[in-house]
């Protein structure tokens, strides 16, 4: 296993032991999910984490005491997750190497069931050539009552749209696969328009909207579309009721069946609160998160 750590690139830069790190890439949007979990109270909930790459935040939800946690990728990163699983005495049920869409079927087939108090979908909506309705899919596992934290590439604009990243000249990132780029005035809408309500905003980068940030949003599942402006009718239309049950297997009415009384504490000033104005205007003028170095690196003493 020395291989693994010494010779092998990792997503995330983890310590093994005492001293001894993987070659992790830092990146520091996994700052932004960190602390909004910090504040959020786990113990014995149900939690979900798309996207999780070698498994840190899954570790993490398990030292804060979360009951059952799962973990998807769409590679197989198993040969890395497993060691680490060992090395930091976390089980937590691992989806690897297959497709978002085929997740809610393997939870329901393997675990029993589809709906989680907490889920983590970061760094993954800019990578999808779907991101709106594999958006929808992840919202479909989260129990009305629970929480969701969404953290994606943004650029900070009024108009509701999803920008697409044609050359690679908007946003290229470590990878460069990037499809598109969500203003914030989308996500906004659309978490709302999901049944999300944005709590809570938190960012790394430049709101200059020729520019792109990292954001992440803590958002509140409702029972039913929460739109800012209170004469929108569109998004209660029945169709879409249908549409997303179609195409991003959202099951609206177990979901109804479905509760949780998960909690959080309140924020500090680095994080901002998302007043009856939206996200657009609630983020204008605020200062950018300062992660500190521990907060990209899981520590064999770390804690979220």
């Given at each position: 296993m020395l291989d693994l750590v010494k010779d092998v690139k990792w997503y995330y830069t983890v310590e093994v032991e005492p001293g001894v790190f993987t070659k992790g890439m830092e990146a520091p949007n996994v700052a932004l999910t960190r602390k909004f979990l910090r504040n959020v109270d786990v113990s014995g909930k149900d939690c979900l984490d798309v996207g999780t790459q070698e498994g840190l935040i899954p570790i993490l939800l398990k030292r804060?005491?979360?009951r059952n946690v799962a973990a998807y990728d769409r590679l197989d990163l198993s040969e890395k997750v497993y060691f680490l699983q060992k090395r930091y005495g976390a089980e937590f049920r691992y989806f690897p190497g297959i497709q978002l869409r085929e997740l809610p079927s393997r939870l329901d087939r393997e675990l029993g069931g589809r709906f989680f108090d907490?889920?983590?979908?970061?760094?993954?909506?800019?990578?999808?050539?779907d991101p709106f309705g594999l958006l929808a899919l992840v919202r479909g596992l989260c129990k009305v009552g629970g929480l969701m934290v969404v953290e994606t590439v943004v650029k900070q604009q009024a108009q509701?749209?999803?920008?697409?990243?044609?050359?690679?000249?908007?946003?290229?990132?470590?990878?460069?696969?990037?499809y598109f780029i969500a203003t914030t005035g989308f996500m906004d809408y659309a978490l709302r328009m999901l049944g999300l309500k944005p709590l809570h905003a938190v960012y790394l980068g430049s709101l200059h909207p020729d520019s792109t940030a990292r954001l992440a949003v803590l958002c509140r599942s409702m029972p039913a579309p929460c739109p800012l402006d209170s004469k929108d009718d569109w998004v209660h239309k029945d169709f879409h009721t249908q549409i997303f049950r179609d195409e991003s297997q959202v099951d609206w009415e177990g979901l109804a069946k479905t509760s949780s009384d998960i909690s959080f504490k309140p924020y500090d000033?680095?994080?901002?609160?998302?007043?009856?104005?939206g996200l657009v205007k609630s983020l204008a003028n605020r200062p950018p998160y300062k992660p500190a170095a521990d907060e990209v690196r899981l520590l064999l003493s770390s804690q979220i």
């Amino acid at each position: 296993m020395l291989d693994l750590v010494k010779d092998v690139k990792w997503y995330y830069t983890v310590e093994v032991e005492p001293g001894v790190f993987t070659k992790g890439m830092e990146a520091p949007n996994v700052a932004l999910t960190r602390k909004f979990l910090r504040n959020v109270d786990v113990s014995g909930k149900d939690c979900l984490d798309v996207g999780t790459q070698e498994g840190l935040i899954p570790i993490l939800l398990k030292r804060a005491g979360a009951r059952n946690v799962a973990a998807y990728d769409r590679l197989d990163l198993s040969e890395k997750v497993y060691f680490l699983q060992k090395r930091y005495g976390a089980e937590f049920r691992y989806f690897p190497g297959i497709q978002l869409r085929e997740l809610p079927s393997r939870l329901d087939r393997e675990l029993g069931g589809r709906f989680f108090d907490l889920i983590v979908f970061s760094g993954a909506m800019y990578h999808m050539i779907d991101p709106f309705g594999l958006l929808a899919l992840v919202r479909g596992l989260c129990k009305v009552g629970g929480l969701m934290v969404v953290e994606t590439v943004v650029k900070q604009q009024a108009q509701e749209s999803l920008v697409f990243n044609a050359r690679c000249g908007a946003y290229r990132g470590p990878s460069g696969s990037t499809y598109f780029i969500a203003t914030t005035g989308f996500m906004d809408y659309a978490l709302r328009m999901l049944g999300l309500k944005p709590l809570h905003a938190v960012y790394l980068g430049s709101l200059h909207p020729d520019s792109t940030a990292r954001l992440a949003v803590l958002c509140r599942s409702m029972p039913a579309p929460c739109p800012l402006d209170s004469k929108d009718d569109w998004v209660h239309k029945d169709f879409h009721t249908q549409i997303f049950r179609d195409e991003s297997q959202v099951d609206w009415e177990g979901l109804a069946k479905t509760s949780s009384d998960i909690s959080f504490k309140p924020y500090d000033n680095s994080v901002t609160a998302i007043t009856n104005e939206g996200l657009v205007k609630s983020l204008a003028n605020r200062p950018p998160y300062k992660p500190a170095a521990d907060e990209v690196r899981l520590l064999l003493s770390s804690q979220i």
